[in-house]
């Protein structure tokens, strides 16, 4: 066989164990506040019909998504002519797709099971999503997304559950410096009302969507570019710029829409909201870049830090619709899993513990040992001990690098005088210091 | 939007809530056992190159491999002949694939990070992998493998540890019916330098990993096509149907191979292994399909069942040398949690409260005692309590329904009465009765 040098593909990445640890510690805490409000597990397979996809995402998500090519002869069927139009080729030869999010597949998996489930129907998905955009710092093609949703009910009671539900993750995290925003796209589709421009909604959204990245200037010149009159850009300024308490911003507001129907509802469900908690703040200079959000939207920012969003996502009233099935409201949010990843390691945020993966090493002083190391190992282990025994027939100094190098924090040494006596020396690789003691002395040391 | 009729890929499933218990509960489960064993967690991307997947699994595993479509302009370079010549645009067009396994993955992350990890290396792995097989019952296009090895090791004590391992989580699960057999593809090669057919070694495993499928017959039928002498197969029958205790059975394989050292080396082993453990079965008609074991062979099967086998793995010498790394031996069993997941619901041996995800439904009887409904599912959160909280605004016989579709064994009722006198009624589902308790009542009855 002809030997190759392995690399990885672009955008992708390998998980050592040390960064597992972290990372499971990560998604099993998220996990279980998600059990705590009563969510369930769901999961849905990694490829999915094109045709599922397809559309779902703008023109610019189409191009993004990694598609596998059919097997066996997949070229049949194909003309000549073909291999110049590379989207018709390109249908011909791939009719099935990498999630590009877990969003879409959720809506096909609950209009598929639509006579299986009870509605309101409450569901956490954590599976890996692939996108082949530009790698860049941060940015993977092939990484984790973490939702939790709603479906079947448009009680405000989920937009609080999931604002209580993503305080209760930051704060067992301790990234003390979040903030929950909070706006509605109803709201800002009575901004577009009262201006008149709702044939550009669409585009207003994304338009803001953008402050943070580009600021008010550029924001202002891609308005003139969509015809918003100057007046309209003031006063829309105004808004955008609005501080105070959230009920000072809605008192402003509802005086700015008075005439908007829309406009009114999105002021009256931020305000049912606002009664029921005060854990948000309402910012009405947020917009989310998707389209199919119709209602209240969500995101979650670092105080005074220019990163951009951690956790995102809003209320959609139809995106069961395309699949067949009509009037499912659903609300959720995305917990943006890698970022956090990257600014709880910064921040020192994982628990200390977190790097020693094993309890205890047994080492043994020869192979006659092995039978009664493997035995200790049972015994040990019965008591819930990670019990790691060294393999290789090397000198003790060996035996205690490897404990060494693998962060254990103990280890056991098997010798004559050990099995005779039933004193086995333990050695606490922190300080160095070591003591004959009984199993179940040492039992008890090692247990956490 | 043109509305679709959602379908699933072929091979591929959604698991809802209640098979995700399951599943949770039963790779929770092997996670621990792993732990136990001293074994770290790691993954690897799903998407690998090409160049590191060709040619690992033979000529058929190779085509069953789903290919990646490149991105972008993929059509450019290919010229109006190439799409004649299937192999040829494919490898143009797709540099990228599917993980077919999880073993080579993981010789490629040994070769590309062995300056960052200690041998000898522990590792466990439970990821999805895609195969475009034929989907049958209980065989899928995208499912999970649960993969446990040890790398840069050639010590007998790996063996003997992956044994235990196995048989804690069969004995965990209890599957009493199942058992451990094990062989030695040195033994297997000493038959065939006996025999005189080294040339013909990987065929001859590949026909006796068969037995259990097509019988005895017709495997000798297939070894008279690879020119085996009469004599020869009669011989070798013997050697197959052995029946007996590992001893006996060690006895009579010596006296064939007591002229072959690579028999003996195998005979060695095993010897080795019988005196660590007796929670084998020492199997010489097990072969295992694969061409890169070397040396110790397992495989977990039911006992008087012609299921196949249920869990398999065995030691390695040189997987890693294709990647530049060599002389680095690994051994290492991989569980079929898919064929396990069946047994275990046929059996019913997924513990009973697995269908019951939360522990308690909050229902209210008007609007205005949302507020304080939240307050108190925020309470019962902190005690570790799982809460869902209904959120339509429906009679309380639906909301009772709904506890019932979802298996929810309490709900919490709070009306007027409730608030005023601070003891709120708890209802049990399961016998219908309700009480009149405080919170820290309803904790005590409510914990699990």
């Known amino acids: 066989m002809k030997k190759i040098n392995p690399s990885l593909p672009k955008g992708t990445r390998d998980f050592g164990p040390s960064v597992?640890?972290?990372?499971?510690?990560?998604?099993?805490?998220?996990?279980?506040?998600?059990s705590l409000y009563g969510f369930n597990a769901i999961e849905t397979p990694s490829i999915e019909n094109m045709e599922v996809l397809n559309g779902k995402y703008g023109d610019e998500g189409?191009?993004?998504?990694?598609?596998?090519?059919?097997?066996?002869?997949?070229?049949?069927?194909?003309e000549k002519t073909d291999i110049k139009t590379i989207s018709n080729i390109r249908t011909k030869i791939s009719k099935k797709g990498l999630r590009y999010d877990l969003t879409v597949p959720f809506?096909?998996?609950?209009?598929?099971?639509?006579?299986?489930?009870?509605?309101?129907?409450?569901?956490?998905?954590?599976?890996?999503?692939?996108?082949?955009?530009?790698p860049q710092r941060g940015r993977y093609r092939e990484f984790y997304q973490c939702d939790v949703d709603y479906i079947g009910t448009k009680s405000i009671i989920c937009e609080n559950e999931i604002i209580n539900l993503v305080f209760s993750v930051f704060n067992k995290f301790q990234i003390e410096d979040s903030i929950i925003k909070v706006n509605n796209r109803k709201i800002l589709a009575?901004?577009?009302?009262?201006?008149?421009?709702?044939?550009?909604?669409?585009?207003?959204?994304?338009?803001?969507?953008?402050?943070?990245?580009?600021?008010?200037?550029?924001?202002?010149?891609?308005?003139?570019?969509?015809?918003?009159?100057?007046?309209?850009?003031?006063q829309i300024n105004k808004i955008l710029l609005l501080k105070g308490s959230n009920q000072e911003k809605l008192d402003y507001i509802k005086k700015v829409l008075v005439k908007s129907k829309i406009g009114k509802e999105g002021i009256l469900e931020i305000e049912?909201?606002?009664?029921?908690?005060?854990?948000?703040?309402?910012?009405?200079s947020l917009a989310r870049g998707l389209s199919y959000y119709t209602s209240s939207i969500f995101e979650v920012v670092l105080k005074d830090k220019n990163l951009g969003s951690i956790c995102g996502g809003g209320r959609y009233d139809d995106l069961t619709e395309i699949f067949g099935y009509k009037n499912i409201s659903g609300v959720g949010i995305s917990f943006g899993i890698e970022r956090i990843y990257e600014i709880m390691e910064e921040r020192n945020l994982f628990p200390n513990n977190l790097d020693q993966s094993n309890d205890v090493l047994i080492s043994y002083l020869s192979e006659n040992y092995i039978?009664?190391?493997?035995?200790?190992?049972?015994?040990?282990?019965?008591?819930?001990?990670k019990v790691d025994v060294y393999s290789e027939n090397n000198k003790l100094k060996k035996q205690l690098q490897y404990a060494n190098k693998n962060n254990i924090p103990f280890v056991i040494i098997i010798g004559e005088e050990e099995i005779k006596s039933k004193l086995y020396t333990l050695k606490n690789m922190k300080d160095g210091t070591q003591k004959?003691?009984?199993?179940?002395?040492?039992?008890?040391?090692?247990s956490r």
């Open 371 to 385: 039978g009664k190391s493997l035995e200790i190992a049972n015994t040990l282990r019965e008591k819930n001990i």
């Open 272 to 284: 049912k909201l606002m009664k029921l908690t005060s854990k948000f703040e309402f910012d009405l």
């Open 436 to 446: 004959n003691l009984s199993i179940d002395e040492i039992i008890s040391k090692v």
């Open 20 to 34: 597992m640890l972290k990372r499971d510690y990560l998604l099993n805490t998220i996990k279980n506040i998600f």
């Open 62 to 78: 189409d191009k993004l998504i990694f598609r596998i090519l059919n097997s066996g002869n997949f070229t049949e069927g194909i």
């Open 190 to 234: 009575g901004i577009s009302e009262v201006f008149n421009f709702q044939n550009k909604f669409d585009e207003f959204c994304i338009i803001i969507d953008k402050i943070d990245k580009i600021g008010l200037e550029k924001i202002n010149q891609e308005f003139v570019k969509i015809n918003l009159s100057k007046d309209s850009i003031n």
């Open 107 to 134: 809506a096909r998996f609950v209009s598929m099971n639509r006579d299986k489930i009870t509605l309101p129907f409450k569901r956490y998905q954590i599976q890996k999503v692939w996108r082949a955009d530009r």
